[in-house]
């Protein structure tokens, strides 16, 4: 879980730090030097940080019409960012549901402005605005795809110089998809928590059935 711990110092220094402590290269690099390209959350927070760091490197910026986005956003982050669920799994499994939520928490209350689920949806657009506008503004021409998923792999491919490959451009269901994959999170924080608990349940239910044939079953 190194990455977690590194984002979550990353969220901490951008915006619970007064002044801000924006990274270094050299920090930067110790987080994504093995990587070819960063996306969603949190990376999405330092979208400006990056560009500025990392000068040679290309940004696909990928169009949505501001309504459809919210829909989805709300429905696969907004309710999963503030969910009793994944909020009590955390509490049984610290070593890798809880750092997730804690990224999760933190990159809401810090991009978004946001303590609650309301202020969340209250804040998303002007954030999706913002982050629009900022993109195009800082970023050189050269260096930015202004891409809409319905081009297909023509324009992306030639934007990053490789060739088309020769399969079908993948389309898949934004809010499904990320249900699926909190849902698979969430079911290994429950059977973490759940294997961490057996060495003191083994005891407990030892003792429970002792309890039971002494004052019961006699």
């Known amino acids: 879980m190194r990455d977690t711990e590194l984002w979550q110092a990353a969220l901490d220094a951008k915006f619970f730090t007064a002044p801000p402590q924006p990274l270094t290269r050299s920090q930067w690099d110790s987080m994504l030097g ?17 560009i500025s760091t990392y000068p040679e490197a290309k940004v696909i910026l990928v169009e949505r019409d501001l309504e ?43 991009w978004f402005r946001a303590g609650n689920r309301k202020e969340m949806r209250e804040n998303a657009r ?26 297909g792999w023509g324009p992306l491919c030639e934007f990053l110089g490789k060739p088309v490959p020769d399969v079908e451009f993948p389309r898949v269901n934004d809010t499904d998809a990320m249900t699926e994959k909190i849902r698979l999170v969430a079911w290994r924080g429950v059977k973490n928590g759940a294997l961490r608990a057996v060495p003191f349940l083994g005891p407990a239910l030892v003792l429970a059935v002792a309890w039971w044939y002494v004052r019961v079953a006699k």
């Open 34 to 50: 093995y990587y070819g390209g960063v996306s969603d959350v949190p990376a999405v927070a330092f979208a400006s940080d990056l």
């Open 68 to 110: 459809s986005w919210y829909k989805s956003f709300d429905e696969a982050v907004i309710v999963h960012v503030w969910s009793p669920v994944i909020w009590a799994v955390a509490r049984i499994d610290p070593f890798f549901v809880r750092p997730l939520e804690k990224i999760h928490q933190k990159w809401a209350r810090g």
């Open 126 to 151: 002007e954030v999706f605005r913002e982050h629009y506008e900022m993109i195009k503004r800082v970023t050189p021409r050269e260096r930015l795809l202004v891409f809409k998923l319905s081009e």
